[in-house]
């Protein structure tokens, strides 16, 4: 059975639930699908067989963010035992560290950890043969490259597929969509939305993390 490398929040469970052709129901997360557990999140993973994987972002890293406040903060599953405590211990710990900032402790911990994903080339990095490699971004490229994506791995991968997760993926799509748009910080629900803004746009107009953050306060 294959072996994936993959940081939380990149869709690894529906992923590997496509690769073994579980039957699935469209929903938010996928952690919950039989046999894909068969996982890490460590991308510095040893040793690589035949049999790894690694989901690899060459971009679009702020949605393993996105995707790990929804699916293990906003919209856990309270019966899955395996992931009730890591919203509750990231909020615990992240608060204590950015106690500073007072009621903005999420939105500073999230520019941090948006900086520092973008600024670790693990994220990006394939992994050597005989292990192979799974594009994360091709999900939300759209069909044609997922479907060419899973395709390197005899997974026939259709278009119904395709939209039923993205119909399922929804809140999500929409916050990243509006990502884009200028000004718009105070128009997100959630702190971690807007700390993924900061970021992102501190990001993409080249400026450090604290010259991002400082434009937010100021």
Not at 10 to 28: D, H, M, T
Request: net charge neutral; proline share 4%; charged share 25%.
């Amino acid at each position: 059975m294959q072996f994936f490398i993959a940081p939380a929040g990149s869709n690894v469970s529906y992923i590997q639930g496509v690769f073994n052709e579980r039957k699935i129901n469209p929903a938010l997360s996928y952690h919950h699908l039989k046999g894909v557990g068969n996982h890490t999140a460590n991308l510095r993973h040893t040793p690589i067989d035949d049999q790894c994987i690694k989901i690899y972002f060459e971009k679009f890293l702020e949605i393993i963010i996105l995707n790990w406040h929804y699916k293990l903060r906003i919209n856990v599953d309270p019966d899955d035992h395996r992931y009730t405590q890591y919203g509750p211990d990231w909020e615990v710990s992240q608060k204590e560290a950015w106690k500073k900032f007072g009621d903005k402790w999420e939105i500073r911990a999230v520019v941090r950890w948006l900086y520092s994903i973008y600024n670790d080339v693990i994220y990006g990095e394939k992994i050597n043969p005989p292990g192979n490699n799974f594009n994360g971004c091709c999900l939300y490229e759209g069909f044609e490259s997922a479907q060419k994506e899973f395709a390197k791995f005899g997974v026939n991968y259709t278009q119904d597929q395709f939209q039923a997760w993205q119909d399922s993926q929804k809140i999500i799509l929409l916050v990243w969509k509006n990502m884009c748009k200028p000004n718009f910080v105070d128009n997100f629900k959630y702190d971690f939305e807007k700390g993924v803004y900061i970021g992102l746009h501190g990001i993409q107009n080249k400026i450090t993390e604290e010259q991002a953050w400082e434009s937010y306060i100021k």
